[in-house]
């Protein structure tokens, strides 16, 4: 596994100071020297930085205090902080290092930017939710249900034990429907690619893009309206087995093609028919990969409200049985008592929200372990294929 | 095998390619009894996929068919809603409206967000972070959008309502989008809230395709002396195009389909209000959400016959977005 050292250099670092690795495989009498890192930075590009900012702040600060009529709001006051810095760096580099590198070091703080601005969300979701569901999480949350709750009932009351069944229940049985399908789907795709295969994958690619409500509203109106079936968790999980369907059809294709042809050929070479060489050779060979594929789907469902608010009834009484009568779960949970106008009840939520989100981070971490445990093995018996692995 | 004539292809994969080897040889296979079970099995699956998938389009097709005949072309014009009324009037203009421009916001924000993060993660972020910050993104992907909109009804918007109440009071008079006589349920905010669901799927495939950029390549644009940005203009945005489109429009597909941050954040309004940043809207996720309980006969007809026309507009995006991936493909090499 020798990932070779992509660690990027701007042109700008190419002062004569670096020399060329030659030590590595040089005779055993020689003396190894300390392997030389090259680095991406100096540090008087820090200071360069540095220096910028700080001169966009005094800017900026002169500007607010002593030229411009505003109030200073702390968010203009940063935002033209960064407006300002933008081109002070950009001035400053070019300067000294010119225009190329200038244009790179400008890039690079607008993508620093960018993707603060993806992870910033993340950090207060988890921290907002974990803030406000903690007032409320306590152990009877766990094992009461909302049956004999009132309006007025303090939000450490009740709980959301009938939610939290509902909604293993249903994830349950939507992945028991959804995953057996949608390997087999995804096997033909790869492995067979028969007549079917074209118009599957079209239809599998459209159906990524079914708005989850478009779901429930096929459930509801074709069982619900017509009083074949009366809400029920088994519906709920149709809804959201229809949901889950393309993504693990689709996701686990992709996972079944990066399977090493070779591999395959291999198999077939020694004489294994069809079945075996996929049964033993290829979906073993992809598993990790089609863990992710079932946990994405599983991700991509368990949070759905949509779907279940048209199809499961929503209760506040614990119904264990998936198949007969309203059941709720924990994203209905969540959505009504959030929409409730009493205090307390919002409380609530946030409490059903933090469970909510446990329960994805948990998922989460099993995908990741299923998935690593599966490459790493893979990874021991295939030494020489890092490139094949590289994406997932 | 034989050994290559002087005129051997060099940029081939194969090294070797004889004069035979022009089509590949006819391969024929036994397939044992065994093998058939497994084909039949196989593809009674993806048979049974395909036939479940097409039914919903035809049941909701079959579903919609009285209300459009009853609204008959009004019903892309229409914008309230009140299809059991006397006599019926709906149709989907204002639904229609709020779901695009919500989504065009939420794609102005996802998309170079998106872009800067994969980037970030493979190009920039120091090797020891790479791992993590990749689970990060996954994670996010993961977290349910009924969170986001919850966290967004509770904290966002409340955070974001004096910069935007500045905003209109500030630019109102000469910006045409930002005149608004309240804010706050607006459809830029469910806009916003929904790129915060977004932003995390189409970065988690934007940041899978780029990373399968060729490295040699990469490291060749470096060794030729290019900087790194000039290493990601000329090599990792080519090659990643059909990625970048494919993640965006995934992402639009889950920003036009979104309910919940639409029915909580906005407030709902049946018509067209053409300033974003003011109160009110309806998004065709929302409406449907917030209308079924109530719908009868023609109510139910015309919600899905609201589904269907979302469902044609995602369809239709996912197909150009397929179309463009494709022919971008052979030019991105790999």
Known sequence: ?392 | MQPTGPEGSVTSDMPEKGPHAQEPRKLEARLTDADRLYRAFVASGAGATLVLITLIGVFLLIGALPALRTAGLSFLTTQPWAPDGQPPKFGVAAMMFGTFVSAAVAMVITVPVAVCTSLFINEYAPRSLRRGLTSLVDLMAAIPSLIFAIWGLFLLVPLLQPIEDWAVAQFGGWMPLMEASATGGSLFNAGLIIACMAIPITTSIIREVLAQAPRHECEGALALGGTRWGMITAVILPFGRSGIVGGSMLGLGRALGETLAATLILSIAFEIKPRILENGGITVASGIAIEFRDAQELGLSALMAAGLALFLVTFAINFLAALVANRSRPGAGA
């Open chain 1, 1 to 392: 596994m020798t990932a070779p050292e992509t660690k990027a250099l701007p042109s700008t670092s190419g002062t004569g100071e670096r020399r060329p690795d030659t030590d590595a495989g040089a005779g055993p009498p020689r003396k190894v020297p300390p392997r030389r890192r090259p680095r991406a930075w100096r540090w008087t590009d820090m200071m360069e930085t540095a220096g910028s900012l700080v001169a966009a702040f005094f800017l900026t600060w002169l500007l607010f205090t002593r030229l411009l009529p505003f109030r200073v709001m702390p968010v203009a006051f940063a935002v033209v902080w960064y407006a300002l810095f933008l081109p002070i760096h950009w001035l400053v580099t070019k300067d000294g290092q010119g225009r190329p590198a200038a244009k790179d070091r400008l890039v690079t703080v607008l993508i620093g930017t960018g993707a603060m601005f993806a992870f910033a969300p993340i950090v207060f979701v988890i921290g907002y939710v974990g803030y406000r569901g903690l007032k409320v999480l306590r152990p009877n949350f766990f094992t009461e249900t909302m049956q004999i709750v009132g309006p007025l009932s303090k939000a450490t009351e009740g709980g959301a034990l009938h939610s939290i069944i509902g909604t293993l229940e249903q994830l349950a049985l939507a992945t028991a429907i959804a995953v057996p399908l949608g390997v087999l789907t995804a096997v033909y795709l790869s492995e067979i690619q028969g007549p079917l295969a074209r118009p599957v994958r079209l239809v599998a690619d459209a159906m990524t893009a079914l708005p989850s409500i478009v779901a429930g509203l096929f459930v509801y109106s074709l069982l619900i309206k017509p009083h074949l079936w009366l809400q029920s968790g088994i519906l709920g999980s149709l809804a959201l087995a229809i949901l889950m369907l393309p993504t693990v059809t689709i996701t686990a294709e992709q996972v079944l093609r990066v399977v090493p042809g070779s591999l395959r050929e291999a198999a077939l070479a020694l004489g294994a028919p069809y079945w075996r060489s996929v049964l033993l050779v290829v979906l073993p060979t992809a598993r990790a990969g089609l863990a992710t594929a079932v946990i994405l789907g599983m991700a991509r469902v368990v949070g759905e409200t949509a779907p279940v608010l048209m199809t499961t009834g929503g209760t506040t009484v614990l119904n264990t049985n998936p198949f007969s009568g309203h059941q709720d779960n924990l994203p209905l949970f969540v959505f009504t008592q959030i929409r409730s106008s009493q205090e307390t009840q919002v409380e609530r939520a946030w409490g059903g929200a933090l469970i909510l989100l446990v329960v994805v981070l948990l998922l989460f971490v099993l995908a990741r372990i299923a998935g690593s445990a599966g490459s790493g093995r893979r990874r021991a018996r295939f030494p020489g294929r890092g490139g094949q692995r590289r994406g997932r």
